[in-house]
T-cell receptor
């Protein structure tokens, strides 16, 4: 049972445009969400997170939006740059639980120069 | 700076061999995790540990065991490697409960079992 889903395996975006990566979850107990970025042959690196008490969190070019009623979150990258080409994983957790992260299957983002 | 290291970047083993994957973190983190990453399946949790000598099963523990004798070191053991354990293995660590759930990952070990 995939509790965190990324339905788009890949996405291509022109450099300078907005990239929007989507993630859906089924477990309503999740209350903390994270995005990780992964380059080939490297471990994932933390990008941005959001608690369920918020609906938006920004960090530079990256913004995460959370829609709790729809159990949906999205990552916006504006403007997209070639270095953003990577696989992006969303992950979910319970803040006061055991710190286990449940990951989605990933979306490969390709920025076209 | 946060640092998680894994003993090997690439490993080739034969079916039936016992395989040890080592992970070390220098951040004094309590929690450590082992994942495997496969195309189309994302990252799946194998085992995790909250403290020395403590371990808990993740989502796919079958065929694996772990050892945590020291706080900074977490080992993943494949008792008898099989071809379906060919994968990218990722180790991660995180701080105490309540201090946030952000996990820091090592570079990964790509294991091939022939």
């Amino acid at each position: 049972d995939q509790q965190v889903k990324q339905n788009s395996p890949s996405l291509s975006v022109q450099e300078g445009r907005i990239s929007i990566l989507n993630c859906d979850y089924t477990n309503s107990m999740f209350d903390y969400f994270l995005w990780y970025k992964k380059y080939p042959a490297e471990g994932p690196t933390f990008l941005i997170s959001i608690s369920s008490i918020k609906d938006k969190n920004e960090d530079g070019r990256f913004t995460v939006f959370l829609n709790k009623s729809a159990k949906h979150l999205s990552l916006h990258i504006v403007p997209s740059q070639p270095g953003d080409s990577a696989v992006y994983f969303c992950a979910a957790s319970y803040t006061f639980g055991n710190e286990k992260l449940t990951f989605g299957t990933g979306t490969r983002l390709t920025i076209i120069p | 700076d946060v640092k998680v290291t894994q003993s090997s970047r690439y490993l080739v083993k034969r079916t039936g061999e016992k395989v040890f994957l080592e992970c070390v973190q220098d951040m004094d983190h309590e929690n450590m995790f082992w994942y495997r990453q496969d195309p189309g399946l994302g990252l799946r949790l194998i085992y995790f540990s909250y403290d020395v000598k403590m371990k808990e099963k993740g989502d796919i523990p079958e065929g694996y065991s772990v050892s945590r004798e020291k706080k900074e070191r977490f080992s993943l053991i494949l008792e008898s490697a099989s071809t379906n354990q060919t994968s990218m293995y990722l180790c991660a660590s995180s701080l105490l409960r309540g201090a946030g759930v952000e996990q820091y990952f090592g570079p990964g070990t790509r294991l091939t079992v022939t």
